[in-house]
């Protein structure tokens, strides 16, 4: 086909529409992205922050191709002001999330061994046991019990700390920086005093582990800066979303376990089947709407056609993982929690070279989450009505802020 007749098969580019940042209790779909699912498989976007706009791909096949498709690269998103949710925007060297190949292989290999099965597997014991102290203050009080305060707060916070090797008098001070970095409440200088503190730590934490040999992240970083694999300001931007990472497995399983204390049945059925959970929480994977809007864009680097449109060399590219998830050419009956879906590919974890690091970490944390508290806390329901359960507010990550349960 000639570049003349691709040119005149083109299709006008959609309106831009303006998505705000919406705050959305319970776990109710964004009405402005299923607006945006409905009015096409590509249409553009204008967030609160950054400047102009941007594409955003919606359908499963969409996503899973621009993912995947080294035309769309993360690196040129850190030289632009492009539209986001954030707003503050400060990438670092060495963030995985804005690397490219062949660097973020390069990268990734220096912290892979921490996150392997071998070693989540290894993980585990240790794991249940700090859940199980946890457990044995929520059942040494009694109820009534906030989940989140109690549990859903602490455990993946104090797990993602050992496997990042967090002495536990720090682990207080590096989780308030964590969580005022996920936060947009306090604005940009609340968070860039938080991403101050916090870098600073991990900076003189990764020098001070240059000759350890231990397997912890920390470790494995400040060796790696030492054999010159990576740099020290590549090692301090990688480590510090691993970091952040927990506070997504409080908030995701806030939501998994608020669906099934509002499910009867569906807690039931998990509580009587054990065998099955593994099916129930990839659902809910599925299910949940994990994020505020969208996550990092992309940046075409040449000309794209797709669905007859030209996304034009230079511009910002967003996909939806919450969309794709919703896909009905994919998930029949999207709307439905099916505990029995089969098969379910969703991409709760992203997809490609972005694939979530701690992935198979997140997931160890979710299943022994909702195990063991379906296992020990027998007839475990709300304490509150439904509608009551406050919900976090002007966050990037949604989730319960408090999750008041009896048994």
Known sequence: MTEETTTLAEQAPPPVREWPALDLAGTDFDPVLADL???GP??????????????????????????????????????????????????????????????????????AGAFTMGAMKRLRPRAQELLDGLMEGVLADGPPADLVERVLEPFPIALVSEV????????????????????????????????????????????????????????????????????????????????????????????????????????????????ARAGV??????????????????????????????????????????AANRDPEVFPDPERIDPDRDPNPHLAFGNGPHYCTGAVLARLQTELLVATLLDRLPGLRLAVPADEVVWRRRTMIRGPQSLPVTW
């Open 164 to 275: 990042m090797g967090v002495p536990a008098a720090d682990r207080g001070q590096v989780h308030a920086w964590t969580r005022q970095i996920i936060s947009t409440s306090g604005g940009a200088e609340a968070a860039e005093q938080a991403k101050a503190g916090l870098y600073g730590w991990i900076t003189e934490t990764v020098r001070a582990r240059a000759h350890s040999d231990g397997d912890d992240v920390y470790s494995l970083l400040g060796a790696a800066v030492r054999r010159g694999e990576i740099g020290e300001e590549e090692a301090v931007g990688l480590a510090g979303p691993l970091q952040i990472g927990g506070e997504a497995v409080t908030h995701n399983c806030g939501q998994m376990l608020y669906l099934l204390l509002t499910r009867p049945e569906l807690m039931e059925r998990t509580r009587r089947r054990p065998e």
């Open 281 to 322: 929480i990839d659902e809910l994977l599925r299910y949940i709407p994990h994020r505020a809007s969208v996550g990092l864009a992309r940046i075409a680097l040449e000309d794209v056609e797709l669905h007859g449109l030209r996304i034009r060399a230079g511009d910002p590219v967003y996909v939806s993982y919450l």
């Open 42 to 111: 590509l249409t553009r976007i204008r967030l609160p922050h950054g400047e102009g706009w941007a594409w955003l791909a919606t359908r499963y096949e969409d996503v899973k191709a621009i993912t995947n498709d080294p035309r769309f690269g993360r690196a040129e998103v850190t030289q632009r002001q492009v539209t986001r949710m954030a707003p503050h925007f400060k990438p670092r060297p060495g963030s995985l999330a804005f690397a490219d190949q062949p660097d973020h292989n390069r990268l990734r290999r220096a912290v």
């Open 37 to 39: 699912v409905r009015e």
